[in-house]
């Protein structure tokens, strides 16, 4: 049975610290849900950089597929599927940008070839060759020989603001314990109600 508390992230901050000591892969993986313009939903896996009462952080290329969506969708789900544990949390919000202060501290702490990468990647444009990127990959870095390298314009953060969040963990014969909380705003109380497998 999961133990409801008052805030969903404490909740959260449990759950998150056994995975960080149990996961054998990437705690930090998520898979982010976004939607075209056509209403077609698309998801993929994002690394979570942060989180606290304000939302859930990550990073990418803002010229992506998934930076576009956001920014002209500004909403979103997430989902932590942590199997070493047999438990996942599910989220849903809105999206907005990070500062470009906080975008700027985080990319400072990234190594410096995943920066240059971040400068060398037209992502999610189709790539002609290996080497077409390879070569886009040495011409900055010769622009980046000295110095820190600085964080692209296009490349910043996101934001998810959850409005609902469910936790789900295992259980015998597929009665599995799920324990969902809800707001109708950010910043609103939070509800909680217990669902059926």
């Known amino acids: 049975m999961i133990r409801a508390k008052d805030d969903p992230l404490a909740l959260f901050a449990d759950w998150y610290a056994e995975a960080e000591k149990s996961e054998p892969n990437d ?4 898979a982010l849900a976004t939607v075209g313009a ?23 290329n ?17 989902l932590f599927h942590w199997k070493s544990l047999r438990r996942q949390v599910r989220l849903e919000g809105s999206i907005s940008q990070t500062t470009p202060q906080e975008a700027d501290a985080y990319f ?8 240059i990468g971040a400068w060398a990647s037209d992502q999610s444009r189709p790539l002609e060759s290996r ?3 390879e070569k886009r990959v040495a011409e900055f870095t010769a622009r980046h ?15 998810l603001q959850p409005l609902l969040i469910e936790f789900w963990q295992d259980g015998a014969f597929r009665l599995h314990d799920r324990l969902e909380y ?3 705003a950010a910043g609103a109380p939070w509800s909680t ?5």
């Open 145 to 159: 020989v000295i110095g820190k390298v600085p964080r692209p314009p296009h490349w910043s953060g996101f934001r």
């Open 131 to 133: 080497f077409a990127l």
């Open 62 to 78: 803002y010229e992506s597929r998934k930076g576009r969506q956001l920014l002209a969708h500004p909403k979103a789900a997430l």
């Open 182 to 184: 809800s707001r109708p």
């Open 27 to 30: 705690p930090s993986a998520m």
């Open 108 to 115: 400072a702490t990234r190594d410096r070839g995943s920066q």
């Open 193 to 197: 109600r217990t669902l059926y497998p």
């Open 38 to 60: 056509d209403g077609t939903p698309s998801c993929r896996m994002v690394l979570l950089k942060g989180y606290d009462a304000s939302g859930f952080v990550f990073y990418t």
